[in-house]
């Protein structure tokens, strides 16, 4: 069944996700050396710092230099730009990480720069997926409020990322959300990774949450995530964004 930690404040949840994540870490390296992770954009980001940065219980025992860190999604800009899921890793964490804690940070995997605006978007993608490894030890996802997660969307047009089954990582056009143009890992990825962790706060996110937990919506790429994976899934969220949903009544 899908695990669901919800918590009355932000703050709460930050501190779990970062208790999770260290558990994750700890499991990871006790099999070998990497803790092989992947991470998303979009709000997870700052929830991130918060707990993995400037939680010193929980910053005193993240072992950077043993993490490997991969985007469940990229947009396809330059690395700088503001759209950059890695630029908002680096601005939030690595940064911070680096400055005030003077941490050797992660081995980090990103898309190549070099292609971006040269029409090469099948090779990006193609390109990115041959530095993933074989399975993820964890990986932590959005959710939309239109129910998608990484870049995988609802919606018929979209389709084509969700019925995905040999690419491991795709290149998603026309994207209802800007930028137009990214790549995603695709649901391969996702069923064999190891963990699956969901962050979803505020009462922006209630009306998909209950589309996704309590009509279990299976055209909604969150919902399907949970029917695919249910036993390795924990969800995050805070009292907002589960206001008047029995999660615990969840068939997933
Ligand atoms: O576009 C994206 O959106 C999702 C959800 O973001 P959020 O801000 O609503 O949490 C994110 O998971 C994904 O990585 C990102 O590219």
Request: charged share 25%; with cysteine.
């Given at each position: 069944?899908?695990?669901?930690h919800?918590?009355?404040?932000?703050?709460?949840?930050?501190?779990?996700?970062?208790?999770?994540?260290?558990?994750?870490?700890?499991?990871?390296l006790?099999?070998?050396e990497?803790f092989n992770v992947?991470?998303s954009?979009?709000?997870?980001?700052?929830v991130?710092?918060?707990s993995?940065?400037?939680?010193?219980?929980?910053?005193?025992?993240?072992k950077w230099?043993?993490?490997?860190?991969y985007?469940?999604?990229?947009?396809?800009?330059?690395?700088?730009?503001?759209?950059s899921?890695y630029?908002?890793?680096?601005?939030h964490?690595?940064?911070p990480?680096l400055?005030?804690?003077?941490?050797?940070g992660?081995t980090m995997?990103?898309?190549n720069?070099?292609l971006?605006?040269l029409?090469?978007?099948?090779?990006?993608?193609n390109?990115y997926e041959?530095l993933?490894?074989?399975q993820?030890d964890?990986i932590?996802l959005g959710c939309?409020p239109d129910?998608?997660?990484c870049?995988?969307?609802?919606?018929?047009a979209h389709?084509y990322?969700l019925?995905?089954?040999d690419?491991r990582v795709?290149?998603?056009?026309d994207?209802?959300?800007p930028?137009?143009d990214?790549?995603?890992?695709?649901l391969?990825?996702l069923?064999a990774?190891?963990?699956?962790g969901?962050?979803a706060e505020?009462a922006?996110?209630q009306?998909?949450?209950?589309?996704?937990?309590e009509?279990?919506?299976?055209t909604?790429?969150?919902a399907?995530?949970n029917?695919?994976?249910s036993t390795?899934v924990?969800w995050?969220?805070?009292s907002s964004?589960v206001?008047?949903?029995?999660?615990?009544?969840s068939k997933?």
């Amino acid at each position: 069944m899908v695990s669901v930690h919800a918590y009355e404040k932000s703050e709460e949840v930050a501190h779990s996700v970062g208790k999770y994540i260290l558990e994750k870490q700890n499991e990871a390296l006790a099999r070998g050396e990497r803790f092989n992770v992947a991470i998303s954009g979009g709000s997870l980001v700052k929830v991130l710092y918060k707990s993995l940065v400037a939680t010193p219980e929980i910053a005193a025992d993240v072992k950077w230099a043993h993490w490997h860190v991969y985007f469940c999604d990229e947009r396809i800009v330059a690395l700088e730009d503001e759209d950059s899921n890695y630029g908002a890793f680096k601005k939030h964490v690595l940064d911070p990480l680096l400055e005030h804690q003077g941490a050797l940070g992660p081995t980090m995997y990103t898309i190549n720069e070099s292609l971006v605006g040269l029409g090469e978007n099948d090779r990006i993608a193609n390109e990115y997926e041959t530095l993933l490894p074989p399975q993820f030890d964890l990986i932590l996802l959005g959710c939309g409020p239109d129910g998608h997660t990484c870049s995988l969307f609802p919606g018929d047009a979209h389709r084509y990322l969700l019925d995905e089954k040999d690419k491991r990582v795709a290149w998603c056009h026309d994207s209802p959300k800007p930028p137009s143009d990214r790549i995603t890992f695709t649901l391969p990825v996702l069923q064999a990774a190891r963990n699956l962790g969901f962050v979803a706060e505020g009462a922006s996110k209630q009306p998909i949450l209950k589309r996704i937990f309590e009509n279990q919506d299976l055209t909604l790429p969150c919902a399907l995530v949970n029917h695919l994976c249910s036993t390795k899934v924990a969800w995050f969220v805070d009292s907002s964004a589960v206001q008047g949903i029995d999660v615990s009544t969840s068939k997933f």
